[in-house]
């Protein structure tokens, strides 16, 4: 395989968590995130690491909300081995497609302070 795109992205948990409310939450994240995040000691670091994980996305993807792209056309998934996973839907599915994405790799970490992710498409 091949990389198509690599993303990165670090967030400032403190101003991150200064800026998350109900509406942020619901306009950035699906169900099933808010659910882990929420369930979380600290949510506003799971939040900010998948916010970082979208926008690192994004990066891979070459696109982003000017191309149609929308927060929850990336979901970050907790998988039951504990790695994390990223499902795309519509716009960035169909732009993965476009260019024969085939596998998705995310790597997220956050020290309380910063929030980082990587995110590698092959194809």
Do not use: C, P, T
């Given at each position: 395989?091949?990389?198509?795109?690599?993303?990165?992205?670090i967030v400032d948990?403190?101003?991150f968590k200064s800026r998350l409310d109900d509406g942020m939450i619901t306009e950035l994240f699906l169900p099933g995130e808010i659910e882990y995040c929420s369930s979380r000691a600290r949510p506003w670091e799971s939040?900010?690491?998948?916010?970082?994980?979208?926008?690192?996305?994004?990066?891979a993807l070459g696109v982003g909300l000017?191309?149609?792209?929308?927060?929850?056309?990336?979901?970050?998934?907790?998988?039951?081995?504990?790695?994390?996973?990223?499902?795309?839907?519509?716009?960035?599915?169909?732009?993965?497609?476009?260019?024969?994405?085939k596998q998705i790799r995310l790597s997220i970490s956050h020290s309380g302070v910063n929030a980082?992710?990587?995110?590698t498409m092959e194809g």
């Open positions: 395989m091949r990389i198509i795109g690599v993303g990165i992205d948990i403190g101003i939040y900010a690491a998948r916010f970082a994980a979208k926008e690192a996305s994004f990066k000017s191309s149609g792209l929308r927060w929850k056309s990336v979901e970050i998934i907790k998988e039951e081995s504990g790695a994390v996973s990223v499902k795309l839907n519509g716009k960035a599915l169909e732009h993965a497609g476009n260019l024969k994405v980082i992710a990587v995110v």
